[in-house]
């Protein structure tokens, strides 16, 4: 019985039946990547990669849904931003917010230690604090311990404070340490510059500082210095009554309207640098 002669591809006329030539053959110019064929998806394999539910699926959880009257549980009070000054008689804290988009004038009838306090805190909320000032040894510790080596805390001499181009990312308190008769000061309250001058004592020129000022902090005095601020601010005599006898850490801060005592409490670091609370320098 005879069989047809079998046919082979073009191209391998020749070779011995039975071996496969290589996909690919090197050629003297070969870079030596030898070329990926891949081979055609089977329609069982395109159907499963298209299928849904193929592959991880999240957590099996309840959607955070609650009720409309159920919103107040879970609301979080938000209070003032600023410096912590304090805590007022009920143990709340106290906040003073120098940094504010409006020209803030603030007096302060004290000693220097508050004033020293209210500087580090200030600055520990990111402003820029300048220091005008007529006794500048005082301040000097102070602005070279500020800031943890950068420059946060700045003395000037009285009449030398240069611009300080505040603005909302930097805002700046200036506090004006000159004296029972401070002279007009070059720099003045801007938006983002807030101006807090102290007064050692209530003298015959402070009833002009006490009614520019939005602001007005009073630590201890004499009966003969609350009639002028009764007269000037209009304080409450329940009020006035208590600042001969108050403590050394405490003042009365307080506007047109509103009027609350506050005990400022320093830290370790505070205490460590200005030394205890003390109303006379």
Known sequence: MSYPPQTMPPGQQGRTPGRTTPAHVASP?????IPIIRQPETPQQQRRIVSPGFGLRGPRRNR????ADELAAISMPIGDD????????????????????????????GGLWLAQVLALRAAATGARVGVETGRPQVWQQLAQAAGGGQQCVTVYPV???????????SPVVLIRDCGV???RGRVTSVPWQAVVTVLPYVSEHAPRWLAQAQLVGIQRISPQE??????TLGVPNEHLQHLPALHEGAALWCTRKHHKFV?????????????VARRMD
């Open 29 to 33: 110019t070969d870079t030596g990547m």
């Open 64 to 67: 955070h849904v609650v009720t």
């Open 82 to 109: 600023g410096v912590l000054i304090g805590t007022d008689p009920d143990s709340q804290p106290a906040v003073l917010g120098l940094s504010r988009p409006t020209a803030f004038d603030v007096v302060l009838v």
């Open 159 to 169: 009449g030398r404070v240069p611009a300080q181009g505040p603005s909302v990312s």
């Open 181 to 183: 008769r401070p002279p």
């Open 226 to 231: 609350i009639e002028v601020v009764r007269d």
């Open 263 to 275: 005990m400022t409490e320093p830290t370790d670091a505070e205490t460590g640098l200005l030394g």
